[in-house]
């Protein structure tokens, strides 16, 4: 199967399946001498984990990960690590009726139709447990890019009709409420209408945000590399987000450009800017404002509602879907979102280092 690599200079491959043996990620690129252990990155795979909330999937498992190759006393190496997470709660028979047909919303029937076969325990592939790879890679990319004076911060901004209120912002929230809110009060009334969601045998979608602070200027490329190119990619191919936008997002269709453009400002002998309608990047290219961005993330496609489908033998059946289920997918996708910006911008960060002769004459020279 092709389509499980991503990055150039950073670059990680992700392997494994839901109700396989484990999963895992391998990292080819990662500079030499990062301090690193499996801490910083159970730090990460912590947050996605199943089973921590009423909100969240009841399969529980610790998700451990283990590094197998790539550091030395507690320091990157410069060769390929390799991290795995052992699989613990596999209950395949849970699936096994699936195998005859297609559930709803999920990828069983394009994927028959690619491969001729499929892994129907939970997904295989398309499981939302193939995340562990990213998430895992991740929190080594956030780790890099905090070397550099980067730090990404991801949030849930809404489930369903529930939206967070700026005015509330509190940055601990989000690792203290089932919701991954940022704001309290809305993360009771995201738990009330979930609550309901569940007792009619439903599921929620919402929105995550993320922002990214300490980016420099001149990060991305003007045609086929933009940085928010790259960044709406490694959003989008998360299995569950359906949108992504940037800045004022969709809304700038509606906007004039005289509310729309950014005025630039020079304070200390620095540019900068008055507004930021463009989330942080112009023409491809990020400007050394805040980058902003949202994820659209929908329902949960596996209800325990009965739904219509047809079978493989093409027959009009009626279904109710059993397993271990998410209500709502975006709190533990949360910290998915903010793991794949990382791998992205370590990789736009490397990328640029070649984008000028007076960097590698620098760098040279400074070695020497």
Same mark, same amino acid.
């Given at each position: 199967?092709?389509?499980?690599?991503?990055?150039?200079?950073?670059?990680?491959?992700?392997?494994?399946? =839901?109700?396989?043996?484990?999963? /895992?990620? %391998?990292?080819? $690129?990662?500079? *030499?001498?990062?301090? +690193?252990? &499996?801490?910083? #990155?159970?730090?990460?795979?912590?947050?996605?984990?199943?089973?921590?909330?009423?909100?969240?999937?009841?399969?529980?498992?610790?998700?451990?990960?283990?590094?197998?190759?790539?550091?030395?006393?507690?320091?990157?190496?410069?060769?390929?690590?390799?991290?795995?997470?052992?699989?613990?709660?596999?209950?395949?028979?849970?699936?096994?009726?699936?195998?005859?047909?297609?559930?709803?919303?999920?990828?069983?029937?394009?994927?028959?139709?690619?491969?001729?076969?499929?892994?129907?325990?939970?997904?295989?592939?398309? =499981?939302?447990?193939?995340?562990? /790879?990213? %998430?895992?890679? $991740?929190?080594? *990319?956030?780790?890099? +890019?905090? &070397?550099?004076? #980067?730090?990404?911060?991801?949030?849930?901004?809404?489930?369903?009709?529930?939206?967070?209120?700026?005015?509330?912002?509190?940055?601990?929230?989000?690792?203290?409420?089932?919701?991954?809110?940022?704001?309290?009060?809305?993360?009771?009334?995201?738990?009330?209408?979930?609550?309901?969601?569940?007792?009619?045998?439903?599921?929620?979608?919402?929105?995550?945000?993320?922002?990214?602070?300490?980016?420099?200027?001149?990060?991305?490329?003007?045609?086929?590399?933009?940085?928010?190119?790259?960044?709406?990619?490694?959003?989008?191919?998360?299995?569950?987000?359906?949108?992504?936008?940037? $800045?004022?997002?969709?809304?700038?269709?509606?906007?004039?450009?005289?509310?729309?453009?950014?005025?630039?400002?020079?304070?200390?002998?620095?540019?900068?800017?008055?507004?930021?309608?463009?989330?942080?990047?112009?023409?491809?290219?990020?400007?050394?404002?805040?980058?902003?961005?949202?994820?659209?993330?929908?329902?949960?496609?596996?209800?325990?509602?009965?739904?219509?489908?047809?079978?493989?033998?093409?027959?009009?059946?009626?279904?109710?879907?059993?397993?271990?289920?998410?209500?709502?997918?975006?709190?533990?996708?949360?910290?998915?979102?903010?793991?794949?910006?990382?791998?992205?911008?370590?990789?736009?960060?490397?990328?640029?280092?070649?984008?000028?002769?007076?960097?590698?004459?620098?760098?040279?020279?400074?070695?020497?």
């Amino acid at each position: 199967m092709s389509g499980s690599t991503f990055g150039t200079f950073f670059r990680i491959s992700t392997w494994g399946e =839901s109700h396989g043996k484990a999963l /895992g990620v %391998v990292i080819d $690129g990662c500079p *030499a001498g990062l301090p +690193l252990g &499996e801490e910083d #990155i159970q730090e990460y795979l912590n947050r996605r984990k199943p089973g921590q909330t009423r909100i969240s999937t009841p399969r529980k498992e610790d998700d451990l990960v283990e590094i197998l190759s790539g550091t030395f006393e507690g320091l990157t190496t410069g060769t390929p690590i390799s991290l795995m997470v052992r699989n613990t709660s596999q209950k395949s028979r849970d699936y096994s009726e699936i195998a005859s047909y297609y559930r709803p919303g999920h990828a069983d029937y394009t994927f028959d139709r690619k491969y001729g076969f499929r892994d129907y325990r939970g997904g295989g592939r398309s =499981s939302g447990r193939e995340t562990i /790879g990213r %998430v895992a890679a $991740g929190a080594v *990319a956030a780790k890099i +890019l905090k &070397e550099l004076g #980067i730090e990404l911060l991801a949030y849930t901004k809404s489930i369903g009709p529930v939206q967070i209120d700026e005015n509330s912002f509190h940055k601990e929230a989000i690792l203290q409420t089932s919701t991954c809110m940022p704001d309290y009060e809305a993360d009771k009334k995201a738990v009330e209408y979930l609550s309901s969601c569940m007792a009619e045998k439903d599921s929620a979608g919402g929105v995550i945000e993320c922002r990214i602070t300490g980016v420099p200027a001149g990060i991305g490329d003007p045609v086929f590399e933009k940085l928010d190119a790259g960044l709406a990619k490694a959003i989008m191919s998360i299995g569950a987000v359906k949108a992504f936008e940037i $800045g004022d997002g969709c809304q700038v269709s509606t906007a004039n450009g005289s509310y729309n453009n950014d005025s630039f400002i020079s304070q200390k002998g620095t540019v900068t800017k008055k507004t930021n309608h463009a989330g942080g990047i112009l023409g491809g290219i990020s400007d050394g404002d805040e980058i902003i961005f949202r994820a659209y993330i929908k329902p949960t496609p596996s209800i325990f509602k009965e739904q219509e489908t047809v079978n493989k033998n093409g027959d009009n059946i009626q279904i109710c879907i059993k397993g271990r289920h998410d209500p709502v997918i975006v709190p533990r996708a949360v910290v998915v979102v903010e793991s794949m910006a990382a791998l992205t911008l370590a990789d736009a960060m490397m990328a640029n280092m070649s984008s000028r002769i007076s960097y590698l004459r620098d760098f040279y020279s400074h070695e020497q």
